[in-house]
């Protein structure tokens, strides 16, 4: 076989340890792995979370094998105070160690030629000390933005970028919180939209917007990042206008400190809705939104909300809050002030640049990403090797 051919279809062993568990948010690591090719091996460690179904045992996703281990983020939860305790972490993470260890050896996944990938930080120390051939980090928040009460997981996050050969990165500001080393390659693969899902036509109009008023200005996506001021302007300036949140909260008080935004009689919060259905949704706003805080952490995000509206065709407003929403200025209204997105809305309505959205989405499909994500790993294993 010739060296290239070799190169073009070499796999591998790969642990991925995650701040998600998997069945619980369809996020861009699930994306990712689900699109590598078959010559990879998967195991993807998970963490522990209160009032959630856990793996304690493996369970496959596809060619993915999925397990549970718990570690410091969520033991127990909601007392991070007792991590800020040097010997309460080395318990823990002895502990951790060995479950993820063990799991390693039972499924095969010990091996020194293995890959490792992580965007769970509380894992950075003891993913650094695990034998194997490439190691990588993937930004794809600002993880550190998350725990400010935790200075000791700095050093944990560092401990791990000193080793690592490579780091995915969704934005430049997101970079620049990490400081690689001066020779270490940092590759920018933002995040994008399984587009044939979400630009394929759906016939059925969803029962709960079938009686709206028309237009129906909607956002799908978590409540908490929402700027709820900012919905309620939209609703207050445009009356005769229905106003859709689709999306769950994960503050169990969200709806409580957002009362008043949710007794707007035109202001209609269905809650989560199954990823299977959600581009029938999408498809029936006649504007889609894009009201998100603007705050640092929001700040170095790349939000797939951008690309799924964008393949589903339909009229997108923004407030600009990250570069990735500033960059799609030719296929989306981006207003620069709360008063300003509140006023562009009629204009945003009449926006009739489908196959410019869809164009630009195809662009950002998973399916590209993961291909370039493959290249750059097989690139770095190659780089070992010589």
């Given at each position: 076989?010739?060296?290239?051919?070799?190169?073009?279809t070499?796999?591998?062993?790969?642990?991925?340890?995650?701040?998600?568990?998997?069945?619980?948010?369809?996020?861009?690591?699930?994306r990712?792995?689900?699109?590598f090719?078959?010559?990879?091996?998967?195991?993807?460690?998970?963490?522990?979370?209160?009032?959630?179904?856990?793996?304690?045992?493996?369970?496959?996703?596809g060619?993915?094998?999925?397990?549970?281990?718990?570690?410091?983020?969520?033991?127990?939860?909601?007392?991070?105070?007792?991590?800020?305790?040097?010997?309460?972490?080395?318990?823990?993470?002895?502990?951790?160690?060995?479950?993820?260890a063990?799991?390693?050896?039972?499924?095969?996944?010990?091996?020194?030629?293995?890959?490792?990938g992580?965007?769970?930080?509380?894992?950075?120390?003891?993913?650094?000390?695990?034998?194997?051939?490439?190691?990588?980090?993937?930004?794809?928040?600002?993880?550190?933005?998350?725990?400010?009460?935790?200075?000791?997981?700095?050093?944990?996050?560092?401990?791990?970028?000193?080793?690592?050969?490579?780091?995915?990165?969704?934005?430049?500001?997101?970079?620049?919180?990490?400081?690689?080393?001066?020779?270490?390659?940092c590759?920018?693969?933002?995040?994008?939209?399984?587009?044939?899902?979400?630009?394929?036509?759906?016939?059925?109009?969803?029962?709960?917007?079938?009686?709206?008023?028309k237009?129906?200005?909607?956002?799908?996506?978590?409540?908490?990042?929402?700027?709820?001021?900012?919905?309620?302007?939209?609703?207050?300036?445009?009356?005769?206008?229905?106003?859709?949140?689709?999306?769950?909260?994960?503050?169990?008080?969200?709806?409580?400190?957002?009362?008043?935004?949710?007794?707007?009689?035109?202001?209609?919060?269905?809650?989560?809705?199954?990823?299977?259905?959600?581009?029938?949704?999408?498809?029936?706003f006649?504007?889609?939104?894009?009201?998100?805080?603007?705050?640092?952490?929001?700040?170095?995000?790349?939000?797939?909300?951008?690309?799924?509206y964008?393949?589903?065709?339909?009229?997108?407003?923004?407030?600009?809050?990250c570069?990735?929403?500033?960059?799609?200025?030719?296929?989306?209204?981006?207003?620069?002030?709360?008063g300003?997105?509140?006023?562009?809305?009629?204009?945003a309505?009449?926006?009739?640049?489908?196959?410019?959205?869809?164009?630009?989405?195809?662009a950002?499909?998973?399916?590209?990403?993961?291909?370039?994500?493959?290249?750059?790993?097989?690139?770095?294993?190659?780089?070992?090797?010589?």
């Amino acid at each position: 076989m010739r060296r290239g051919a070799e190169e073009d279809t070499e796999g591998g062993d790969l642990i991925w340890f995650s701040e998600i568990q998997w069945d619980f948010l369809s996020t861009r690591k699930q994306r990712l792995l689900a699109r590598f090719p078959a010559e990879w091996r998967i195991l993807f460690i998970e963490p522990f979370a209160v009032g959630r179904p856990s793996h304690w045992l493996p369970v496959q996703r596809g060619r993915v094998t999925v397990v549970t281990v718990p570690f410091l983020k969520t033991i127990p939860p909601g007392k991070p105070q007792l991590f800020d305790n040097p010997l309460v972490r080395q318990i823990v993470t002895l502990a951790g160690r060995l479950i993820a260890a063990f799991w390693c050896r039972v499924l095969g996944f010990s091996s020194a030629d293995r890959s490792i990938g992580l965007s769970n930080i509380y894992w950075g120390g003891v993913a650094a000390s695990m034998p194997c051939r490439v190691r990588f980090y993937d930004a794809n928040d600002d993880h550190l933005g998350f725990t400010p009460g935790q200075p000791w997981l700095r050093e944990s996050m560092r401990r791990y970028l000193d080793v690592c050969d490579l780091v995915f990165f969704v934005s430049k500001q997101l970079l620049d919180t990490i400081e690689p080393r001066p020779e270490q390659r940092c590759v920018e693969l933002g995040n994008g939209v399984e587009f044939d899902h979400f630009a394929a036509p759906r016939r059925e109009t969803p029962s709960q917007l079938a009686g709206l008023p028309k237009p129906i200005l909607g956002y799908a996506g978590a409540m908490d990042w929402l700027d709820a001021g900012l919905v309620a302007s939209v609703a207050r300036a445009w009356p005769e206008y229905s106003v859709v949140l689709v999306g769950p909260a994960y503050a169990r008080d969200w709806a409580e400190r957002h009362a008043e935004l949710l007794a707007l009689p035109n202001v209609h919060w269905v809650g989560k809705v199954d990823y299977d259905e959600l581009p029938a949704w999408v498809q029936r706003f006649d504007l889609a939104l894009m009201p998100l805080e603007r705050s640092p952490l929001k700040r170095a995000s790349n939000p797939n909300k951008l690309y799924e509206y964008a393949a589903a065709g339909v009229p997108i407003l923004a407030i600009e809050y990250c570069d990735a929403v500033r960059q799609a200025s030719d296929v989306a209204h981006v207003a620069s002030t709360p008063g300003e997105f509140v006023r562009l809305v009629p204009e945003a309505l009449a926006d009739a640049r489908k196959a410019e959205r869809q164009a630009f989405a195809r662009a950002h499909s998973w399916d590209a990403l993961a291909a370039a994500m493959v290249r750059e790993l097989r690139d770095a294993m190659q780089r070992r090797r010589a």
